[in-house]
């Protein structure tokens, strides 16, 4: 039988994202994150309200917080599907896990402006690839996370045995030899690929349920 589903969102995206992608699925949950602290206290927080075992699907820059929880709870965690996601080695952070230079500007735009990029760059990243009424959406309803979460490092762990990647070919955010040095550092069992931005749950939700449910039978 398969653990219930975890869903952890990239930065800033609210829970029904996955809406049409969880009404195809078992039982899930969208992780809630705090309003602030740091990478250890977003993990705690799912946690705390997670199911007592779980297999994590995780989006974007919930692959970091994916790898403090097992960090923090490897006996919870049954799988691991990273979506485009973020997967740093040990002693890494989101930041220093990113290539030179973008290293260095993400840091600097965190430094000036925050953890809410501009609408501009919403629309031509993150939200690249959706109907406009999704993208207003996406851009009304975006929320700062803490800049710890950007800045602290992965705690030493040990990824479950089923373990996939699934990499967005037409990722405006994430581009795909980006996600290529994520999936190596997750060193994957499953892998899959799907022709989509870097949010796949509304670009094609119902090509994204299908991919989920194969690597759970995988």
Known sequence: MTSPLLFLSGAGLPAWIWDDVRAALPTSTVAAYPSAGSLRDYATKVLNEAPERFTIVAHSIGGVIAGQLVAQAPDRVDGLLAVAASIPRAGQSFLTA???PQKLIVRAVIRLAGTKPPEKAIRAGLAAGLEEPLVDRIVGEFSPESA?????????????????YLTTTADKEFPVALQQVYAKNLDPTWTHTLPTGHLPMLESPGDLSLAIKTFLES
Not at 148 to 164: E, N, W
């Open 148 to 164: 710890a979460l950007y800045r602290d490092t992965v705690a030493p762990g040990t990824f479950p045995a089923r373990r996939g």
């Open 98 to 100: 990113l290539p030179f």
